[in-house]
């Protein structure tokens, strides 16, 4: 896998060209990074519209979107878990629930997972269900809204709190945990514009959230005035009772340069290259403080860019499990009954894979790209995404034959077949011709070869379904698989 190129472009509008057209490879580029895929009709649809027109109603549709129906067990305390399995219950109902937002809303999603890999928390710390749902709230609220606002509010949600220590953040016994991470993972990163007094000075800042409750399960915090260090203090050599709230103001006045350069790197290696491109990283750090550090025209100005789709940006990124589940389907088309077996296996295989959701592996969350990509997991993938393969296969053959039609006009020539799904799901396809024959002697299967030259083998053909799962299964191994 070659993960360098000579990428070129501005953060300029991508208008197509000759070299660079709008064409389906690219279309399908930007519904990898910015959401779970295109079906083939989302690409035909795509291919209608402008690039600019096309990033902007996306955008615009995920900002729309109303939250879901709020659980009834969203603000549940203590007094109302008597039974583990009520609570063991609710948050596989959410899991399941967030599942299918993936696939049915899928950009939206996409930004709230990201959000979850930067604001990380752990399930498995506080383990309380209405805990998880209003921290999940807040992901998909502010995906695409005001990031100052977002941190205020993230790190007054029961999961952070409980996560970070915030709870045991008192004058009488000050911990740093959550200033810490702050600074280091939420705003400015490691080493950047900060010192261990600012951490010190700013976890006083931060004292007061507890309650008589907070040692018990779901307990609820809330703001108790008396354990609140009403003294003086000095961050970033500025002197004064900062609060909560004026603590998070200074920091986005005296630190805006670095935690808008942060963000945007963050964003720039999750969604474009792992080889980051600092000028570009700037331009958009300029537009992000330029907005008061609003998150939506970054990602428009980002997205809508001739550098963004760049030949050197595709595929060059490795999915992460979910994407790798859910991209499948998605580009498969597949019209799945979406019940709790389907949704549970899908969140069964993706914790398998690394990416349990609600359970980052640390407070710096899942690392990603290669990371996800090794002799140990390499296999894991395979026999996973077969699982997935052939459960479609057994449930919904004829939607198989149906993709292969779409994609190939209903041709009866295998090799072209064969060659419109490769380049269907790899984002670059094949490099050699003779991987495109190994990939069509899947797809014969142990079908003669003089059906093929004769032209009497076509998709109507009741071996056709099963041809092209067997295909996908040849396809999920190649190394160009696992790129988006």
């Given at each position: 896998?070659?993960?360098?190129?000579?990428?070129t472009g501005t953060l300029a509008p991508y208008v197509p060209n000759a070299s660079a057209p709008w064409d389906k490879r690219r279309v399908q580029h930007l519904y990898r990074r910015l959401s779970f895929g295109a079906t083939p009709d989302e690409v035909t649809a795509a291919l209608t519209q402008t690039p600019s027109a096309l990033?902007?109603?996306?955008?615009?549709?995920?900002?729309?979107?109303?939250?879901?129906?709020?659980?009834?067990?969203?603000?549940?305390?203590?007094?109302?878990?008597?039974?583990?399995?009520?609570?063991?219950?609710?948050?596989?109902?959410?899991?399941?629930?967030?599942?299918?937002?993936?696939?049915?809303?899928?950009?939206?999603?996409?930004?709230?997972?990201?959000?979850?890999?930067?604001?990380?928390?752990?399930?498995?710390?506080?383990?309380?269900?209405?805990?998880?749902?209003?921290?999940?709230?807040?992901?998909?609220?502010?995906a695409f809204g005001n990031f100052k606002t977002f941190v205020k509010e993230i790190g007054k949600t029961p999961a952070m709190l409980a996560f970070l220590n915030g709870v045991q953040n008192t004058r009488f016994q000050p911990n740093e945990n959550y200033a810490r991470e702050l600074y280091e993972l939420f705003t400015l990163g490691?080493?950047?514009?900060?010192?261990?007094?600012?951490?010190?000075?700013?976890?006083?800042?931060?004292?007061?959230?507890?309650?008589?409750?907070?040692?018990?399960?779901?307990?609820?915090?809330?703001?108790?005035?008396?354990?609140?260090?009403?003294?003086?203090?000095?961050?970033?050599?500025?002197?004064?009772?900062?609060?909560?709230?004026?603590?998070?103001?200074?920091?986005?006045?005296?630190?805006?340069?670095?935690?808008?350069?942060?963000?945007?790197?963050?964003?720039?290696?999750?969604?474009?290259?792992?080889?980051?491109?600092?000028?570009?990283?700037?331009?958009?750090?300029?537009?992000?403080?330029?907005?008061?550090?609003?998150?939506?025209?970054?990602?428009?100005?980002?997205?809508?860019?001739?550098?963004?789709?760049?030949?050197?940006?595709?595929?060059?990124?490795?999915?992460?499990?979910?994407?790798?589940?859910?991209?499948?389907?998605?580009?498969?088309?597949?019209?799945?009954?979406?019940?709790?077996?389907?949704?549970?296996?899908?969140?069964?295989?993706?914790?398998?894979?690394?990416?349990?959701?609600?359970?980052?592996?640390?407070?710096?969350?899942?690392?990603?790209?290669?990371?996800?990509?090794?002799?140990?997991?390499?296999?894991?993938?395979?026999?996973?995404?077969?699982?997935?393969?052939?459960?479609?296969?057994?449930?919904?053959?004829?939607?198989?034959?149906?993709?292969?039609?779409?994609?190939?006009?209903?041709?009866?020539?295998?090799?072209?077949?064969?060659?419109?799904?490769?380049?269907?799901?790899?984002?670059?396809?094949?490099?050699?011709?003779?991987?495109?024959?190994?990939?069509?002697?899947?797809?014969?299967?142990?079908?003669?070869?003089?059906?093929?030259?004769?032209?009497?083998?076509?998709?109507?053909?009741?071996?056709?379904?099963?041809?092209?799962?067997?295909?996908?299964?040849?396809?999920?191994?190649?190394?160009?698989?696992?790129?988006?």
């Open positions: 896998m070659n993960f360098i190129d000579c990428v990033v902007d109603s996306l955008i615009n549709q995920a900002v729309a979107l109303p939250l879901p129906p709020e659980p009834e067990w969203a603000y549940w305390d203590v007094t109302r878990y008597t039974v583990r399995e009520v609570a063991v219950e609710q948050i596989y109902g959410w899991m399941r629930r967030w599942f299918l937002d993936m696939v049915n809303h899928g950009v939206r999603e996409k930004w709230a997972l990201f959000w979850h890999n930067h604001f990380v928390t752990r399930l498995e710390v506080y383990g309380c269900p209405s805990y998880m749902y209003q921290y999940h709230k807040l992901l998909q609220q502010y490691r080493d950047n514009g900060y010192t261990q007094a600012d951490i010190v000075e700013t976890a006083r800042a931060l004292t007061g959230f507890n309650s008589l409750e907070n040692n018990q399960y779901c307990g609820k915090i809330n703001f108790v005035p008396a354990l609140f260090d009403n003294g003086a203090k000095t961050i970033f050599g500025k002197t004064d009772n900062w609060t909560y709230d004026t603590l998070h103001d200074l920091l986005f006045t005296e630190r805006r340069v670095q935690i808008s350069e942060y963000i945007c790197q963050k964003i720039y290696r999750n969604f474009v290259s792992p080889q980051v491109d600092e000028d570009i990283v700037k331009q958009l750090a300029v537009i992000f403080r330029n907005n008061n550090f609003e998150i939506a025209p970054v990602l428009r100005t980002l997205f809508k860019s001739e550098h963004f789709f760049d030949a050197g940006n595709i595929g060059v990124l490795v999915k992460n499990p979910i994407e790798y589940q859910l991209t499948f389907i998605r580009e498969g088309g597949f019209d799945i009954t979406w019940d709790e077996e389907a949704l549970n296996g899908l969140i069964y295989l993706a914790s398998e894979l690394g990416q349990s959701l609600f359970n980052p592996v640390d407070v710096a969350g899942w690392q990603g790209n290669r990371t996800w990509v090794n002799s140990n997991t390499l296999t894991g993938r395979w026999q996973a995404l077969r699982l997935v393969i052939f459960s479609l296969y057994e449930k919904y053959p004829t939607q198989y034959v149906a993709l292969a039609k779409q994609l190939s006009g209903d041709s009866n020539d295998g090799e072209f077949v064969t060659e419109t799904l490769v380049n269907h799901f790899l984002p670059s396809g094949l490099q050699t011709q003779e991987e495109y024959d190994r990939a069509f002697i899947s797809f014969k299967g142990e079908i003669p070869d003089h059906y093929f030259r004769d032209g009497s083998w076509n998709l109507n053909w009741e071996t056709a379904a099963g041809q092209t799962a067997l295909l996908m299964d040849h396809l999920i191994r190649k190394p160009e698989f696992q790129l988006l």
